[in-house]
């Protein structure tokens, strides 16, 4: 049998250390071909032999581990402070602190108030002490949990026990509180996973059953009142409604759906009845792809988290080297005394911790990435986030990006009302091109359908290649087609229709004409129009310090200079092949740096691949566009680009801040405690505070 997959997610999985448990006590786990643990996820991903272990066996050993696996769908929340352990052996370490003080002030024998303290540092450093131990023997590093170990031990040791118990007790508390901070980071997958409903009305069978979402298979018929979510991608085959996508391309405006369109996991039923067809299980959707590559992007670091972290596995070893050679070398080489130096270079150790620096990019990158993919904008991890934020040039793809990506009909013009009406006009328009499979044909015959123009009853259906069509309508020959297919195959003069015919090509429209072998009825012009708030999100992206936008088009000169015109671009190239596209990403990245790439996704994959951060745009349902892209925006909307930027740009403040803040904290305390003007319960109070400030700065990135 082949291999199978198991994600569950797990309680008490916080931090990198708790990944290393399951890790290590999977290890040589019979049947257990593959691991990865996903810790800013909760998530464990184990790909197993079916012959030789079972699902419910690696649960019980994820559960015997300490991690105990979640039910259904369901994200682990943390217990109640009041049932948490963490949280009460440091209550536990407070209380016993305060009662040692208490025992100290009433004059009672220092033995007993020792005996507390200890019992204090004891309970308070349980777990984070057995971390330290952990992970120096089985990592083989040097933590900071070790060195706060030490710290207290140290103090313990040279008779100031209060102290060293106070330090317990204050770590001990942020140790507590590290994973209900986890847990405010995941808020954003877990709206995600909420969107989609836990259960789904299916017709089997004939009958309507209720079912759970997991369950429901492609080809299933489901029943959405209105209301209601989707719970997964379909097709629907009968009703209409309005379907508010935002909750998953963040769109503000609800969107027109009838029989053959495509509704998303997520998005939510407007005021009709639908029958949907399944076209992916839940496991496939749309939903569950973008909760996929959040969490993966959430473990994806970036190049300043990778620095801080090979940063800290070499600064901790090195703080306890330098606390030891403060602690022996002024007493062996000056003769100073023990008790000072000791003292010295305990707070030292505490107070030259990186605690703060260390925590300060991940937590904000984690809190960033998943609110971009609340607003609709998948972010792929935080090396590109860090990139995004260093964009100066962004090259446009012309078609589906800065236009629609559908011709629509922009001037219809009368000629000869005398030979056949206006409405007759379009009639016999929409009659021809009703017949044909052009692109430009469809905009024709959707703009007769905005009028509730009917198509005429023509005969004789003949395209003529690259020029048009023709048809017979009420007993005469009748044509459609281009300016060429008149003038120089039916003779028709155009003299009178030249400038028209100039003035429309010149905005970057197809022209096309409608008559028979004499006469010219009527000019409709066609053109791809640029988005609605196009112009207006080009100029944001401008204001957002963008250097220079770019558009790249495959179509003519004239047409991409109307387009770039209309839509406020710096610099425009036109008749560019995809591989012409990708030279001038390459020339733009060598004149400027930081070049970003916005496409479908699909026909511009090797551009975004070239560019710094490649970007694709409308990527709701699209496999691929997902797949290829760094950062997806779902919905077809350019200023999600703009968000993109700003949310880039307003991550990396938050991070320099909480560095800066951290850095200064740190220096303040590491002269101090060499001073000796800082004393150990000093040290702590700084270095915790400084801590807890750095976690609520980057929780800041949570906010839309």
């Not at 409604?241 to 407007?270: M, R, Y």
């Not at 496991?283 to 993966?296: F, G, H, L, Y």
């Not at 590109?384 to 013009?413: H, M, N």
């Not at 009825?521 to 944001?540: C, V």
Request: aromatic share 6%.
């Amino acid at each position: 049998m082949s291999p199978k997959q198991l994600d569950i997610r797990v309680g008490n999985l916080d931090c990198e250390h708790d990944a290393a448990a399951i890790e290590r006590g999977l290890t040589n786990f019979p049947g257990l071909n593959q691991l990865k643990v996903y810790p800013k996820a909760a998530k464990v991903s184990l790909t197993f032999d079916p012959e030789a272990t079972t699902p419910e066996s690696l649960k019980e050993k994820l559960d015997a581990l300490g991690f105990p696996p979640q039910a259904g769908l369901s994200m682990p929340e943390q217990p109640k402070p009041w049932r948490n352990p963490k949280v009460l052996t440091a209550a536990a370490s407070g209380v016993l602190l305060l009662v040692g003080w208490l025992l100290s002030l009433a004059g009672l024998p220092e033995t007993i108030s020792l005996v507390v303290y200890i019992v204090a540092t004891l309970a308070g450093g349980y777990y984070f002490g057995r971390e330290a131990l952990e992970e120096l023997i089985y990592e083989r590093e040097i933590g900071i949990e070790l060195l706060m170990a030490i710290a207290a031990i140290v103090a313990t040791a040279m008779g100031q026990a209060a102290e060293g118990a106070m330090l317990v007790f204050l770590y001990s508390i942020s140790e507590a509180a590290e994973g209900y901070t986890e847990e405010k980071t995941r808020s954003a997958v877990k709206a995600l996973m909420d969107l989609a409903p836990k259960f789904a009305l299916v017709r089997r069978n004939g009958t309507e059953q209720e079912i759970p979402v997991e369950e429901v298979v492609v080809g299933d018929v489901f029943i959405l009142k209105p209301g209601q979510s989707v719970p997964t991608d379909g097709e629907i085959i009968s009703g209409e409604s309005s379907v508010n996508q935002a909750p998953v391309t963040g769109e503000s405006v609800p969107v027109e759906k009838q029989p053959s369109d495509l509704v998303f996991a997520g998005s939510i039923n407007g005021e009709g009845a639908l029958e949907v067809t399944a076209t992916k299980a839940f496991a496939d959707n749309t939903i569950s792809r973008i909760i996929q590559m959040v969490e993966e992007a959430q473990e994806r670091k970036g190049q300043s988290q990778r620095f801080i972290e090979r940063f800290g596995a070499r600064y901790s070893p090195i703080v306890l080297l330098i606390g030891i050679l403060l602690a022996v070398v002024p007493p062996l080489l000056i003769g100073a005394d023990w008790t000072i130096w000791l003292t010295r270079a305990t707070v030292f150790i505490v107070a030259a911790a990186p605690c703060a620096l260390v925590i300060s990019i991940p937590i904000t990158l984690v809190a960033s990435l998943g609110t971009g993919a609340r607003q609709g904008v998948l972010i792929k991890g935080g090396m590109y986030v860090e990139e995004l934020a260093k964009i100066e040039v962004i090259a446009l793809d012309k078609t589906g990006t800065i236009t629609r990506g559908e011709p629509q009909v922009t001037d219809f013009i009368p000629v000869n009302n005398t030979i056949i009406d206006d409405e007759q006009m379009a009639e016999l328009a929409a009659g021809i091109e009703g017949r044909s499979e052009h692109p430009l044909a469809r905009a024709i015959v959707q703009y007769a359908e905005e009028k509730g123009v009917a198509p005429a009853e023509i005969n004789d259906f003949r395209a003529l290649s690259g020029a048009g069509a023709q048809a017979e309508w009420n007993g005469k020959r009748v044509y459609i087609g281009s300016p060429r297919l008149f003038q120089e195959q039916l003779r028709v003069n155009l003299d009178g229709r030249a400038a028209d015919i100039s003035r429309l090509q010149a905005e970057g429209k197809t022209v096309v004409l409608l008559g028979d072998e004499t006469a010219v009825y009527s000019l409709i012009a066609i053109r791809d129009n640029i988005r609605e708030n196009g112009r207006q999100a080009i100029a944001k992206l401008h204001k957002a310090g963008i250097k220079k936008v770019v558009m790249l088009t495959g179509d003519n000169e004239r047409t991409a200079q109307a387009i770039a015109q209309e839509a406020g671009v710096d610099e425009y190239y036109a008749d560019l092949k995809p591989e012409d596209k990708v030279t001038k990403v390459r020339e733009l990245a060598e004149r400027y740096g930081h070049v970003a790439m916005v496409g479908d996704g699909v026909n511009d994959a090797p551009a975004l691949a070239e560019a710094t951060v490649g970007i694709a745009m409308g990527a709701v349902g699209t496999d691929v566009a997902l797949e290829t892209a760094d950062v997806a925006l779902m919905a077809d909307d350019l200023e999600k680009l703009v968000y993109a930027l700003n949310l880039a740009k307003r991550n990396q403040s938050v991070v320099k801040q909480n560095l800066g803040l951290s850095a200064i904290v740190i220096g303040a305390l590491v002269i101090g405690a060499v001073a000796g003007v800082f004393t150990l319960p000093i040290a702590v109070l700084g270095h915790e505070i400084s801590e807890f400030i750095v976690i609520g700065s980057g929780l800041r990135m949570l906010r839309a």
